[in-house]
């Protein structure tokens, strides 16, 4: 068991996404302070050696556990076969499909946009072709159709080493990255935010369509309106924007979702880094941007950007750490920052449509010790006026999770003037509460939680998967019913059951789906079922999809050579009778990458999966064992030419022959 296993990266931009810092939450809301033990599985107990020798039956664990794998086995609902896990430079599928790339860092975009050249990389080209580290894809189908749609992609953040040749040079084996020039850090900008591409099918794989009139590149420096209880606050009014309602661009948009009527959102997690500079003395913003880690410094975008530095623009910082609703289908739309849906690290906001018609929206806030959120609508879907909903977005209740130990979650509003949310606290409107909406969380005492990345409602059962990806800062005394490890390096999957199967339900149920980590080491605790295989246990889930017949996929961040022996990749999760907590291997990424994405189309025969940051390590590789940099990284994956650089891609997976995929 290792309590630290991200390599620790020497470069600033990938420390920052490796988010692995104290956290900014000092509130002190009740840990339960011990193991739930009665939560552990079978399996956990018959690989203790303690928990071996106090079973007495006459029945040997180990025919328990074959009894256990051919049950699973008989029960999964996927069949494919599982791919090996480990760690080389390139990308695995599992037999029998084909994972095809679809769009790399520099593609063109548009019919007029110029090749890709990154030796002489400009930010004009750059806004014209696919952005950089792609994490979030939507598709958005044209006509209702399968094979003809809009791939919507959100592009995280950069690494300015991989990208920039010349900035990294190794002095005495120790790592030197240059400063930035302007040009660079413009390129930056224009690599930042999203693409939306037309694709289509041909010959039974997608390709995308350069021509497409919707084709439409969001960058850091797109004009956005801010909409909803805070526009026009003071707190969001700034030199260049004394409206409070026009911001420049969005930064760090992790995962994002498709609205039920076709939007794209896109969530501002770790904004924190794009700040530098100090607020002046006494600035009522200073314990607000404490508690979101502002200003970080991990950019350099404040040398060129006053609005950067929050000296000089003390309430930009205010602007992002929201979610982005974009209409695809226009292209000169302006995108609008909902800020009903609270400000915070935003990882994704996947969706549902509750029985009575209102819209509900899962939030995760991706940092340590933070909490999960839930935002329903006050209006009702209307699936047969699409204008009628495009304003859903602006009213509604924002909601954050209590999960009690007796099993139950309690989602508590976030509402002004209700409890504790009140000007003797400092809140003097809901605009207030939602540019603070990680204190109002603290005051309502919500549960401190391991990191919550993706949250997927499954529309096909009621329920609703949490990922946690890890949190090593967890202390014995910190320790609850939903946390259930100290030092969680691993991670866990919660499952919600809302309440009558309602996303809208202000109550629910919940239990632990998987604990994450190696099964066969028993001080980790994992939890996979006893038919997973050595290839088919993960640590640290980051995204998640649900396919159309309900199934979940997990895609991990984190691992490595040093943290499991595995690179990071696409793990099919069974939740279902008696294989649930089984999982499989189905594909996995380079060195160095996290697996972002994925998706399945409508018809389930493509996964769109998104491979983030490849060549970002490889310290700890024997096949490397150096610092990965742009002139000698650890991979030149996909193009593998010695004059391309490594390229964070989407790939599109489909199973050869045709057909749906792991059935
Ligand atoms: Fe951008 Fe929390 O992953
Ligand atoms: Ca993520
Ligand atoms: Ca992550």
């Known amino acids: 068991m290792n309590d630290h296993p991200q390599a620790s990266s020497p470069f ?19 840990t339960m302070g011990e193991i739930i033990s009665s939560r552990f599985s079978r399996r956990g107990l018959l690989k203790g050696s303690l928990a071996v020798a106090a079973i007495s039956a006459t029945v040997s664990p180990i025919a328990l556990i074959l009894a256990d794998e051919a049950r699973a086995e008989a029960a999964s609902a996927f069949s494919f076969d599982e791919l090996e896990a480990g760690v080389d430079e390139t990308h695995h599928v599992a037999a029998g499909y084909d994972a095809d790339v679809l769009l790399r860092w520099g593609d063109p975009l548009f019919a007029d946009a110029p090749a890709f050249d990154p030796a002489n990389q400009t930010a004009e080209a750059q806004a014209k072709q696919f952005g950089y580290n792609n994490d979030y894809v939507g598709f958005v189908p044209i006509d209702g159709s399968a094979d003809h749609g809009l791939l919507v992609v959100n592009h995280e953040y950069t690494n300015p ?14 790592v030197e990255q240059g400063p930035l020039s302007r040009e660079q850090v413009d390129i930056e900008m224009a690599a930042h935010g999203g693409t939306i591409v037309e694709i289509r099918k041909v010959d039974g794989k997608f390709q995308p369509v350069l021509d497409g009139k919707l084709n439409r590149r969001i960058t850091s420096n797109t004009e956005m309106l801010l909409s909803g209880p805070v526009a026009g606050n003071d707190r969001v009014k700034t030199n260049a924007d004394p409206s409070g309602t026009r911001v420049f661009g969005t930064v760090n948009n992790c995962a994002g979702g498709v609205t039920p009527w076709g939007t794209y959102v896109m969530a501002e997690e770790n904004i924190h880094g794009y700040f530098a500079g ?71 906001a996947e969706s549902s449509v509750a029985p009575d018609g209102r819209v509900v929206f899962y939030l995760g806030d991706d940092e340590r010790f933070d909490y999960v959120y839930k935002f329903v609508t006050a209006g009702t879907f209307n699936p047969d006026d699409r204008a009628a909903n495009m304003d859903l977005l602006d009213e509604g209740t924002l909601y954050t999770a209590k ?21 003797r606290n400092g809140f003097d409107s809901q605009a207030d509460v939602l540019i603070e909406t990680r204190r109002a969380a603290d005051l309502l005492g919500a549960t401190k939680m391991d990191r919550p990345e993706d949250i997927q409602p499954n529309a096909s059962n009621g329920k609703v998967y949490v990922m946690l990806t890890n949190n090593t800062k967890r202390k014995t005394d910190q320790v609850d019913a939903a946390n259930p490890r100290e030092k969680n390096a691993f991670g866990h999957i919660i499952e919600i059951t809302e309440e009558g199967g309602d996303f809208a339900a202000t109550t629910g149920k919940w239990e632990v789906l998987l604990k994450c980590g190696d099964p066969s080491v028993a001080e980790v605790g994992a939890s996979f079922s006893t038919a997973t295989t050595a290839d088919g246990w993960f640590g640290m889930p980051d995204n998640c999809a649900i396919d159309s017949a309900g199934r979940l996929w997990v895609a991990t961040d984190g691992q490595g050579p040093k943290a499991t022996g595995r690179t990071d990749g696409l793990w099919a999760v069974d939740t279902e009778g008696a294989a649930r907590a089984t999982s499989k291997l189905f594909f996995r990424v380079p060195i160095g990458a996290e697996l972002c994405g994925p998706l399945f189309t409508p018809d389930d025969q493509t996964a ?48 050869q022959g045709g057909g749906k995929i792991g059935v």
């Open 278 to 348: 100090e607020l002046p003395a006494g600035h009522r913003e200073a314990a607000n941007y404490e508690r979101m880690g502002v200003p970080d410094g991990s950019y350099e975008w404040a040398k060129f950007y006053e609005r950067f530095d929050i000296g000089k623009e003390p309430n930009e910082p205010n602007r992002f750490g929201w979610i982005v609703e974009v209409d695809v289908n226009d292209p000169n739309s302006t995108p609008k920052k909902r800020t009903a849906l609270g400000r915070f690290k935003h990882e994704g």
């Open 403 to 423: 999960f009690s130990e007796d099993g139950s979650v309690e989602w508590m509003p976030l509402v002004h003037g209700e409890g504790p949310l009140t000007a």
């Open 161 to 174: 080493h991989l990208m920039f040749p010349g900035l990294v040079k190794i002095v005495d084996g120790k």
């Open 12 to 30: 600033r931009t990938s420390q920052l996404e490796e988010n692995d810092g104290p956290g900014h939450n000092a509130s002190e809301n009740p």
């Open 608 to 655: 769109f999966v998104a491979v983030q940051h490849p060549g970002d390590g490889g310290e700890d590789w024997d096949g490397f064992g150096r610092a990965s940099y742009y002139e000698d990284p650890s991979t030149r994956w996909p193009d593998f030419k010695p004059d391309m650089p490594v390229r964070p891609s989407v790939l599109a997976i489909t199973r």
